[in-house]
């Protein structure tokens, strides 16, 4: 019992955190705050991938989404400084977008909750304590085995190089 | 234990978070950190069915394997995540050169 309060207390916090942060990138005013906002959510999803015994994925999170890409972000605000101070407003057409999204959830909660009733709510297939330590080493052999995931694993890097040779190419200065 | 319902919650409001930033934001960065929420909430989804259903096994051309199929796709995200934003940024960086604004709607030669 004292197991479950604290993981329902720890998986509180962690949504708190990510949807706080959604909220707050999705409606702040200032482009730099949204920056900030995004990245107390995504710490959040990696807290997330922790409660799910995938501790990979969340040193992942933090190194590429959080290190990499959300400085991109802050740069690209930087670059382009007259937005620094600039105070958008919402576009025209935002009370649809928030009529579309709140329908959306609407129809994902109500196909949850009728593909879940009559059955126990699913519980995980296996204890914490009998994944955490292989699971590493089995990604790392699904992602470069042949009968798995090594082509994919090959298409994802040339597309990577793809998009990093192209934001080169789209970025640089003409002359 | 949390049931997997929790997880699939958070991640379908996390989703349609990111889906009112792309639908009403105005700056073409704010939509790129909408998608980035998007493909957030994906993540949650791929890796809370990976813990919920998979992780014993996962049947392969030499009998049962340790199942891997969520976290691999989750790690697929985390690249065209990447990549999507290396090229929406350097979009929006050379369109403030030439345009001098990064506002989505003032974007709109080839609207007409």
Known sequence: ?175 | MLPLNAFLIVGALLFCIGMYAVLARRNAVAILMGIELMLNAVNINLVAFWRYLTPGTAATAEGLQVGMAGQSFAAFVFVVAAAEVAVGLALVISVYRNRRTVIAEDVDTLRY
């Not at chain 1, 604290?6 to 920056?35: D, E, K, M, P």
């Not at chain 1, 470069?144 to 990577?160: E, G, H, M, R």
């Open chain 1, 1 to 175: 019992m004292e197991a479950e309060f604290g993981q329902w207390f720890i998986f509180g916090l962690f949504t708190v955190f990510i949807i706080g942060g959604g909220i707050g990138t999705a409606t702040s005013r200032n482009l730099f705050h949204c920056a900030l906002w995004l990245i107390i959510s995504l710490f959040g999803v990696a807290g997330f991938f922790v409660l799910l015994a995938a501790p990979f994925l969340a040193a992942v999170q933090v190194l590429v989404y959080i290190g990499a890409i959300v400085v991109l972000i802050i740069f690209a605000i930087m670059l382009t400084r007259r937005l620094m101070g600039l105070r958008e407003a919402p576009n025209s057409q935002w009370i649809y977008g928030l009529l579309g999204a709140i329908v959306t959830f609407g129809v994902i909660v109500l196909g949850l909750v009728l593909a879940s009733t009559g059955s126990a709510p699913l519980l995980p297939s296996q204890p914490i304590s009998q994944i955490t330590g292989e699971s590493l080493r089995d990604l790392g052999i699904a992602l470069v085995d042949v009968n798995q995931y090594v082509v994919p694993f090959i298409v994802a890097s040339l597309l990577l190089e793809a998009a990093m040779v192209g934001a080169i190419v789209i970025a640089r200065e003409d002359e």
